[in-house]
């Protein structure tokens, strides 16, 4: 009964929240209404609601403890289709790449200094960023004297970070495969997840396994969207985060410190991110075509028409509704 309701509305298989591709994990059970499945919250169980609908993606929240998610989730060719190597596109002709790579450095330097210590006192110094696109992160944690991995999902990611880390640090596919020639036993003392954890199709199963892959000692630092956040309050459906089509999941505070403590970690620490933004890289998030903000989008694109490219280079500082956590195993 469950397998049929399933493939009705998943075509790519995997989709039912916090549910394994075996559909056996307690905390997700899907209840049924007349027409369509509704999905039970991936943290706390509550059946969810439907916040918004689009004309095949439903965007649901938890009333009790604020986790979003999209649901169904969309099949993996549409996922695969999104994250070719266009998906890079603002690293590469949009935005000047010494820019994008200035900011986004300044943003990970920002938070890896919170690591330091932790480095220094654990004696081996290992660190795995997962979803590492071209390798920004993992390039500066090596300037900081970790020795650095990456799992990237996109093959042209993927390609960018073995350039910069050499052979047996890199892998390309889902997490939770992930291997490492140059570190056979797959242990790390620090697990970095920067905009990663709203793309995957099952974070608990995700946490899960960072929580096995963490010395005793081990950190993860992770920083992604937060529903509950002023921006988020402010506004509603036009929120900077929900224009990604690949973002399935929307913590609150509150749904992702459970989901990592029923993942094993404990001292989970909870805090606003800044992030290093340009205008020029504002602009250009807001007028990419993908975007289904029909407020922001316009006025992005004729902004981004007139303003000077001097304007444009400006790096500020924005809490842009983000969350970043630090959690011990
Ligand atoms: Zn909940």
């Known amino acids: 009964m469950e397998i049929k309701i399933q493939e009705q509305y ?5 989709a039912r929240p916090g549910q394994n591709a075996s559909g056996h994990r307690g905390s997700s059970i899907l209840e049924m209404s007349e027409k369509a499945p ?19 993606v439903n965007h ?3 009333p009790n403890c604020g986790l979003e998610c999209i649901f169904p989730q969309p099949d993996d060719q549409t996922l695969a289709g999104i994250y070719n190597s266009s998906y890079f596109v ?3 002709s949009e935005l000047d790449p010494e820019i994008v790579r200035a900011m986004k450095r300044a943003t990970y330097k ?22 590492a696109a071209t390798g920004y992160l993992a390039e500066l944690a090596r ?35 992930a291997a490492f020639a140059a570190n056979p036993e797959g242990q790390f003392s620090v697990i970095t997840m920067f905009d990663f954890i709203e793309h995957v199709r099952e974070p608990r199963a995700v946490l899960e396994w960072a929580r096995q892959r963490l010395d005793s000692q081990g950190v993860l630092l992770l920083t992604t969207p937060c529903a509950g956040s002023l921006s988020w309050r402010l506004m509603g459906r036009q929120w900077f985060h929900y224009t990604s089509r690949e973002h399935l999941w929307f913590f ?3 749904s992702l410190r459970i989901v990592l403590e029923e993942s094993g970690f404990r001292s989970v620490k909870v805090r606003p991110l800044a992030k290093a933004v340009t205008v020029g890289y504002a602009l250009v998030h807001y007028a990419r075509s993908n975007s289904y903000s029909r407020v922001f989008t316009p006025l992005a694109r004729a902004l981004d028409a007139i303003l000077p490219a001097a304007v444009k280079r400006r790096r500020l500082w924005f809490y842009l509704g983000e969350i970043a956590v630090l959690a011990r195993a």
Request: hydrophobic residues 40%; glycine residues 12%.
């Open 110 to 131: 920002n938070q890896l200094r919170r690591l330091e210590l932790g480095a220094r006192a654990a004696g081996q110094k290992r660190l795995l960023d997962c979803g």
């Open 143 to 177: 300037e900081f004297g970790w020795d650095a991995f990456a799992i990237e999902y996109s093959e042209f990611g993927a390609r960018a970070c073995e350039n910069l880390l050499g052979p047996g640090r890199v892998y390309r596919g889902q997490a939770e495969e």
């Open 60 to 62: 649901w929240s938890c």
């Open 252 to 254: 609150s505070a509150e």
């Open 38 to 56: 509704v999905p039970a919250c991936l943290a706390c169980s509550m059946r969810m609601m439907l916040r918004f609908g689009e004309k095949v």
């Open 90 to 92: 603002h690293y590469q």
């Open 10 to 14: 998943v075509t790519g298989g995997r």
